[in-house]
């Protein structure tokens, strides 16, 4: 990796989930790395920023200055526009870009064991598990994260998305929406679901049969039709389920009990006919579908089931994802969650869903290109899963500049959800929403906090427990 340590690294948007862990990841090598980020200008998060300082990053303005050498590689992800200063000044200088997934892919790949975390929902739990079971199991492994891994936050890592290890394992999730998963070359390729986001049915059916073809064993998730349909004929694999509902099933969960906040299983494995008892932390048959792709993970990495299950007893969660902010003294609960597609919302809903308790749920779409792609889906995910006495409240959805169409907004999304069948108010400021969810919140609400691409809604849950 030497190569790594020739040059210096510049990232536009050195702040964002993808970007982060991987500067983390990339200066733990000994990679010499600077960065930018337009949320850092416009004073949000702070508090992370001066984190990246702390540990030796060298943070400038977003206005082209931090570009000064044609030997810095200039590593930007596929959102940045080519009018960013910094894409502007590289080009008069002739630096080498790299995409996000392209350094990330070329990390990967040098590690001899790369476990590739893919699909639709679930990637970054699921990242986490993995990553947990592997560093108990002793294998020191690389991890790349879009979220932050609560077993591994420390005071001298409050963000922490990364893991940086000498044991020749890296895992990480991978991305489909820009089509960068080809770039991946796996030991391990787990494909955890494949449902509508940012492309077809079609592209992502091609995309994942792909990934799953190139690995050298693969995990698939049979309960889930679209992905158990892409496994390969003649790829070794390990498949999961939550029910046992195939005989050629490698470990399934049996038994299952669910709580407000955890959910508890037998995890058994068909090979050898053994069975595990599994806590989690962590609530809903989605997490133990998680869980199970894990422990399928490690298995085929070579670290037995019962280590792995041992190891998910002490997984914490990760940082918005079905985060408990906490109970306000009248008893309203807050959520902080990651939901955003169609599958996730689902997910999420399901969870709270399966308890007594009205639901209130903010969400803010994390776009306006993704609110035109998956819109209508979304409504009917709200109309659907959400009852009488449920509300779902909109704003504006993110926005932090460039020249996105704007024209069609939130607004469209409370219509469907109201012709479905459902309750929803459109409230475009985003501080006016926590004014009307205090109004309407009283005595065991389950209020959620939905959305990406936005750190500020850790904050702003935490304001509104603080409200309510």
């Known amino acids: 990796?030497?190569?790594?340590?020739?040059?210096?690294?510049?990232?536009?948007?050195?702040?964002?989930?993808?970007?982060?862990?991987?500067?983390?990841?990339?200066?733990?090598?000994?990679?010499?790395?600077?960065?930018?980020?337009?949320?850092?200008?416009?004073?949000?998060?702070?508090?992370k920023f001066a984190w990246l300082e702390s540990l030796g990053f060298t943070l400038l303005p977003q206005d082209g200055s931090g570009i000064t050498s044609a030997d810095q590689v200039l590593v930007a992800s596929a959102a940045v526009e080519d009018t960013v200063p910094e894409m502007v000044r590289?080009?008069?200088?002739?630096?080498?870009?790299?995409?996000?997934?392209?350094?990330?892919?070329?990390?990967?790949?040098?590690?001899p064991c790369g476990i590739a975390i893919g699909g639709t929902s679930g990637k970054s739990?699921?990242?986490?598990?993995?990553?947990?079971?592997?560093?108990?199991?002793?294998?020191?492994?690389?991890?790349?994260?879009?979220?932050?891994?609560?077993?591994?936050?420390?005071?001298?890592?409050?963000?922490?998305?990364?893991?940086?290890?000498?044991?020749?394992?890296?895992?990480?999730?991978?991305?489909?929406?820009?089509?960068?998963?080809?770039?991946?070359?796996?030991k391990v390729a787990v494909l955890l679901n494949v449902s509508l986001d940012h492309k077809s049915m079609d592209e992502l059916r091609a995309l994942f049969s792909d990934f799953l073809g190139m690995s050298d064993?693969?995990?698939?998730?049979?309960?889930?039709?679209?992905?158990?349909?892409?496994?390969p004929e003649f790829t070794p694999h390990v498949t999961y389920g939550v029910t046992n509902h195939e005989a050629q099933i490698g470990v399934f969960a049996d038994t299952i009990m669910e709580g407000p906040l955890l959910i508890s299983a037998t995890v058994i494995d068909r090979r050898d006919g053994y069975a595990h008892p599994l806590v989690l932390d962590v609530p809903g048959r989605h997490n133990l579908s998680n869980a199970l792709a894990a422990i399928a993970a490690a298995c085929a990495a070579g670290v037995p089931v019962r280590e792995a299950v041992d190891a998910l007893s002490t997984f914490k969660g990760l940082a918005r994802r079905f985060d408990v902010v906490g109970?306000?003294?009248?008893?309203?609960?807050?959520?902080?969650?990651?939901?955003?597609?169609?599958?996730?919302?689902?997910?999420?809903?399901?969870?709270?869903?399966?308890?007594?308790?009205?639901?209130?749920?903010?969400?803010?779409?994390?776009?306006?290109?993704?609110?035109?792609?998956?819109?209508r889906e979304l409504a009917q995910v709200f109309a659907r899963m959400l009852g009488p006495d449920d509300v779902t409240i909109l704003c504006d959805p993110v926005y932090f500049g460039g020249t996105?169409?704007?024209?069609?907004?939130?607004?469209?999304?409370?219509?469907?959800?109201?012709?479905?069948?459902?309750?929803?108010?459109?409230?475009?400021?985003?501080?006016?929403?926590?004014?009307?969810?205090?109004?309407?919140?009283?005595?065991?609400?389950?209020?959620?906090?939905m959305g990406a691409r936005d750190d500020t809604l850790s904050q702003f849950a935490r304001d509104l427990l603080a409200r309510v």
């Open 1 to 47: 990796m030497s190569e790594l340590t020739q040059h210096p690294w510049f990232f536009c948007g050195i702040g964002g989930s993808g970007m982060l862990p991987l500067a983390l990841i990339l200066k733990g090598k000994g990679a010499a790395v600077s960065g930018s980020d337009r949320s850092r200008d416009q004073g949000r998060t702070p508090e």
């Open 90 to 111: 590289a080009r008069e200088l002739g630096c080498a870009r790299l995409s996000r997934a392209e350094l990330l892919a070329r990390l990967f790949n040098a590690d």
């Open 125 to 186: 739990t699921v990242t986490g598990m993995t990553g947990w079971i592997m560093t108990q199991a002793g294998r020191d492994p690389t991890i790349m994260n879009g979220a932050v891994m609560k077993n591994f936050v420390s005071a001298d890592a409050p963000f922490a998305s990364a893991r940086v290890g000498q044991g020749g394992v890296f895992v990480s999730e991978v991305d489909e929406s820009d089509g960068s998963i080809a770039l991946y070359r796996p």
């Open 217 to 231: 064993i693969c995990v698939v998730n049979l309960d889930d039709p679209e992905a158990a349909a892409l496994m």
């Open 327 to 375: 109970t306000s003294a009248s008893g309203i609960t807050v959520i902080d969650d990651f939901g955003h597609n169609p599958e996730k919302c689902a997910a999420t809903l399901a969870t709270l869903k399966a308890h007594p308790g009205r639901v209130i749920a903010l969400f803010q779409p994390h776009g306006y290109g993704p609110l035109r792609q998956m819109g």
């Open 404 to 449: 996105v169409d704007r024209s069609e907004g939130s607004e469209r999304i409370v219509k469907l959800i109201a012709e479905g069948g459902g309750h929803a108010e459109y409230v475009p400021a985003r501080d006016a929403c926590a004014a009307r969810i205090a109004q309407l919140a009283r005595p065991g609400d389950r209020v959620v906090v």
